[in-house]
């Protein structure tokens, strides 16, 4: 079971870039990571999913060490629309998803 | 494109009373899934449907039964409500191209159980 764990919350400025790590020790061989964000009172929207090494999309980037037993979410310069929970979540859809782990996520406080 | 749909979006129930949450999409995603979030807390999958006629339970299934009726639609019910299934209930879905799990949710029903 690939539970992972992550800080509960972090604070940031305006215009800084943004790093929240995930751990992840126990992931399987097919797993990927998948990172969401969540608003008050929304469903969780998907932001990146990688494998290894590095993804990187226009909303953000996502480094996965070889290892892979953690990986760090990057936001380049957030802005206070970027105050959210941010959910790392790891598995294989391809072989069932009952093992399916969001943990309790990173509540970003992004400070003007 | 709607994405994912869910109805209702508010819903009080006294103990013991059922109900059933409903769940559409208009992707054409093979898989569904049921989530419920407490406040605070992270989300919890109570069922799951990889393919259309197909269901497994999640972490949470107990008290709750649920029913892929077609591709698009995907129900949850609650037989006899109880307070501890006061929760914030999300439907998503997703397609599984490369094994990841991309989701899309739906806005969430939220239910309180008295």
């Known amino acids: 079971l690939a539970k992972t764990t992550q800080p509960i919350s972090m604070d940031s400025y305006e215009g800084q870039e943004v790093n929240i790590t995930c751990s992840h020790n126990?992931?399987?061989?097919?797993?990927?990571i998948t990172w969401y964000q969540q608003f008050p009172s929304q469903g969780p929207r998907f932001i990146i999913q990688?494998?290894?090494t590095k993804v990187t999309n226009e909303v953000a980037s996502l480094f996965i060490p070889a290892d892979r037993k953690s990986s760090t979410l990057s936001l380049p310069r957030v802005s206070l629309s970027d105050t959210a929970v941010y959910y790392c979540?790891?598995?294989?859809?391809?072989?069932?998803?009952?093992?399916?782990?969001f943990g309790t996520g990173t509540r970003l406080t992004v400070i003007p | 494109n709607a994405g994912v749909t869910q109805t209702p979006k508010f819903q009080v129930l006294k103990t013991g009373q059922s109900m059933t949450l409903q769940c559409a999409q208009d992707?054409?995603?093979?898989?569904m899934y049921w989530y419920r979030q407490d406040p605070g807390m992270g989300l919890r999958l109570i069922y799951y449907?990889?393919?259309?006629?197909?269901?497994d339970k999640g972490e949470v299934p107990n008290g709750y039964n649920v029913s892929r009726l077609n591709k698009r639609e995907f129900s949850l019910r609650l037989e006899s409500a109880a307070p501890s299934q006061t929760s914030v209930y999300f439907c998503?879905?997703?397609?599984?191209?490369?094994?990841?799990?991309?989701?899309?949710f739906g806005p969430g029903t939220r239910l309180t159980v008295t």
């Open positions: 979540l790891v598995g294989d859809s391809l072989t069932g998803a009952n093992n399916l782990f």
């Open positions: 992707m054409n995603h093979n898989s």
């Open positions: 449907s990889a393919s259309e006629g197909t269901t």
């Open positions: 998503a879905s997703s397609e599984a191209l490369q094994g990841g799990y991309e989701q899309y």
């Open positions: 126990n992931i399987a061989t097919n797993d990927y």
């Open positions: 990688g494998y290894k």
